[in-house]
């Protein structure tokens, strides 16, 4: 089903979206609509313009992708399914996500994958071809955050900050240089094979949806992050 | 001989007369007070080890234990106290931050003791609750601005979303992890019963409390522990964490030791991890923001379920309700300073934030001024210890109450402040099953059910002593309070008059 979303109301949107689940659907005329996909468990969302703030919300297993800019909050405490855009997002995509895939085909604002978590078989996937900003990955639980730096032009596609506070998953950085400074709380090293066998497959998907050749991308140092410690905060109190 | 060295603050006192050899204090503490000698018979303790629980007291079936605090004090010095002479020596030994459980225990002015309720006497005559109907039941949500018809002039139903309680008092957050499954048992069956909430906190929510979704209220936090679509159908209604009042501006910070089991798979987080809720939600920086989450969330569940935010009692907490109520969120749970149950670091506890009665009345005030009290129900919580202090609260503008520590004190608590160390004598903040065990929630639900049907029994009263048979009718209802010895800013911010005007 094709929806013309031109003037339409973001209640309004999500109740069709909502009521035509079990439907590939096509959303035309995007235009800033927040909230779209929250919480969906099934079908195929294809969006062309801009959707709005916290796209995909709560995502639990529908497949979303966006033909254009994304904006702040997508996939907000996603559990479940995928999500692809074709171009860059705003600040915070993945927030608290615990499972599910996010694709970026270009640049991430502020605190992308901040607070991403794992759990049991649930091992969430962001990856963000270009760069992200600061605050990358702040009080990663679980999961991995890939950012490439794909047509970027600094030495490191990060800002900030990166990995403050991060406590479990592992951060993938295409780069040659780290940034210039790193929290307490994170080793870093060059990507082993079998780090970038974890990715491999997930960095297919990317290149698949995107047009892009895999091995130009895996052909380049990587460097990982990975916390020092699942407790990080453990010696800061004495009780009294 | 190290320099904080100190003899212990209690001492448990053994009458040997009385004692008859058992052994169940041996087997009843946790933090092995009591012990038996080499030789197998003799008892002794270690006082150092005594939070002062009463547990052994309690059980004692001879009445001989008593514990008592230690006369070994420093030189008198009205200045420095002992407290405040052992954390530094506690901080110089570990270069650790302070943390504690269980509210401000601090000597800070208790506005509730300083109000008196008013009475009916010869005129409008007071109503007597045993004969006649007298209404506690409570709608919480957001009240609607206007009538609507349809073409036909019938009423449009623009009703949002409610929740409809009973009895005027909720059980506040207190998450699974941070007090055990036997004590959220006892919580939600007592709400089943008295037709109220329990909240389940910010950790997320045991498979087995999934059947009690009428009573349940659940919580996101900004840890977003547990939060998926199942879990955000799974209550009566979301509320939004976004402080609290024992730690204003300050995040929770549960230790990878007590993410264990089930508490683990309830998290939805790896066993042994650390569950960081930091202090700001990184995706909230504005009113606009939080209009976003609250959105989200109304989006996630169809606009089926009301939105509570709770925010600490702090300096501008009036803007920040105005703020609040215009966020789209349908009822502000406002929390004050003395309250709090969980652990939180000393230094705030004890010194961020404001009293729920300020607060309260200025918050009310406010949203009046604005025209905008029914965008929201206001739930006051942060220390309400009596029947008394909740008829307060709703005279000042409160549509209900939330309550946890005197919950947990109808649980068995003895408020000894060790929630932290997890050996919880009575089956509440711990997770060994041993110990929890001794929190039968059947018997806890009862309690509570007592101890909450008591006091809405005296609310009854007092109401019917003011003539009034509705307990909304009492909401924001301040003629009907008069302060006691309080200076003239303390009453205009509580907007009452003084006793005798």
């Known amino acids: 089903m094709n929806i013309n979303a031109l003037a339409t109301d973001f209640q309004e949107l999500n109740k069709l979206i909502k009521s035509s689940v079990e439907e590939d659907l096509v959303i035309n005329n995007c235009m800033g609509q927040r909230y779209l996909g929250c919480g969906l468990s099934a079908g195929k969302l294809k969006i062309y313009g801009v959707p709005g703030n916290a796209l995909g919300a709560y995502l639990d297993g529908a497949a979303i992708t966006v033909h254009g800019n994304a904006q702040d909050s997508i996939g907000d405490t996603m559990n479940e399914g995928t999500i692809y855009i074709h171009g860059s997002c705003g600040d915070t995509p993945g927030y608290a996500m615990r499972g599910g895939k996010i694709f970026i085909k270009g640049n991430a604002g502020y605190r992308a994958g901040i607070h991403m978590k794992s759990y049991q078989d649930k091992s969430p996937v962001l990856i963000i071809g270009g760069d992200a900003g600061s605050f990358l990955g702040e009080y990663q639980a679980g999961g991995r955050i890939v950012v490439l730096g794909l047509n970027s032009n600094s030495k490191c596609p990060v800002g900030y900050f990166c990995g403050t506070g991060m406590h479990g998953g592992k951060i993938y950085l295409r780069c040659k240089e780290l940034p210039s400074s790193l929290p307490d709380q994170v080793n870093a090293s060059l990507a082993s094979k079998e780090d970038l066998q974890e990715i491999e497959a997930d960095i297919e998907l990317f290149c698949r949806e995107f047009g892009l050749a895999k091995g130009g991308i895996l052909d380049h140092p990587f460097y990982v992050l990975t916390p020092n410690t699942k407790n990080p905060y453990r010696q800061m109190y004495v009780h009294c | ?501």
């Not at chain 2, 020596?89 to 002015?109: C, F, H, I, R, W």
């Not at chain 2, 506040?172 to 069956?189: E, K, P, R, V």
């Open chain 2, 1 to 501: 001989m190290s320099i904080n060295y100190f003899y212990p603050e209690f001492e448990v006192i053994r009458d040997k007369e009385k004692c008859v050899h058992c052994g169940l204090c041996v087997s009843e503490c946790a933090n092995q007070v009591h012990s038996y000698k080499a030789d197998g018979k003799q008892l002794t303790v270690d006082d150092a080890k005594c939070v002062n629980c009463h547990r052994c007291v309690c059980v004692c079936p001879s009445r001989a234990l008593q514990i008592r605090k230690s006369n070994h004090n420093f030189k008198y010095n009205a200045n420095w106290s002992r407290r405040t002479i052992m954390e530094i020596y506690s901080q110089a030994e570990t270069g650790g931050v302070l943390l504690s459980s269980m509210g401000n225990p601090k000597d800070m002015p208790v506005y509730w003791d300083k109000i008196l309720i008013n009475a009916s006497q010869v005129t409008n005559p007071s109503i007597d609750p045993l004969r006649e109907p007298m209404e506690t039941k409570v709608f919480l949500g957001s009240k609607p601005t206007a009538i609507q018809r349809d073409g036909k002039g019938k009423i449009i139903n623009n009703m949002p979303p409610h929740i409809a309680l009973d009895v005027p008092i909720l059980f506040s957050a207190m998450s699974y992890g941070s007090i055990s499954l036997n004590a959220h048992a006892s919580l939600a069956n007592a709400a089943v019963e008295l037709g109220t909430c329990y909240n389940a906190g910010e950790g997320g929510l045991h498979e087995d409390f999934y059947r009690y979704r009428d009573n349940t209220i659940i919580q996101v936090a900004s840890g977003r522990f547990g939060v998926h679509k199942g879990y955000l159908e799974a209550g009566a209604a979301i509320e939004i964490k976004m402080g609290q009042g024992a730690k204003p501006g300050i995040g929770g910070h549960l230790p990878g030791n007590k993410i264990v089991g089930d508490v683990s798979k309830t998290r939805m987080i790896p066993e042994g991890s650390d569950a960081i809720s930091p202090a700001p939600h990184h995706d909230i920086y504005s009113i606009e923001d939080l209009r976003q989450l609250v959105y989200s969330l109304k989006e996630a569940t169809d606009y089926k379920k009301p939105i509570i935010v709770k925010v600490a009692a702090v300096h501008n907490i009036a803007s920040i309700a105005s703020g609040i109520a215009r966020s789209g969120a349908d009822i502000i749970a406002l929390d004050g300073f003395r309250g709090g149950t969980g652990a939180a670091p000393t230094r705030i506890r004890d010194n961020v934030g404001i009293p729920i009665e300020l607060a309260l009345a200025s918050v009310d005030e406010r949203l009046r001024q604005e025209g905008i009290r029914g965008n929201v129900s206001l739930i006051a919580g942060g220390s309400l210890r009596n029947s008394a202090d909740v008829v307060k609260a709703i005279a000042l503008g409160a549509d209900a109450v939330y309550i946890a520590t005197s919950a947990l004190i109808a649980l068995g608590c003895h408020l000894c402040r060790g929630c932290h160390s997890g050996t919880c004598n009575w089956g509440i903040a711990t997770q060994n099953p041993a110990l929890i065990a001794r929190l039968d929630p059947e018997e806890g639900k009862q309690r509570l059910v007592n101890l909450v049907s008591a006091w809405t029994h005296e609310i009854k009263e007092m109401m019917g002593g003011m003539g009034i048979n509705s307990i909304e009718a009492l909401t924001g209802n301040r003629l009907m309070l008069r302060g006691i010895g309080l200076n003239s800013k303390e009453l205009e911010v509580l907007g009452i008059m003084h006793a005798g005007e």
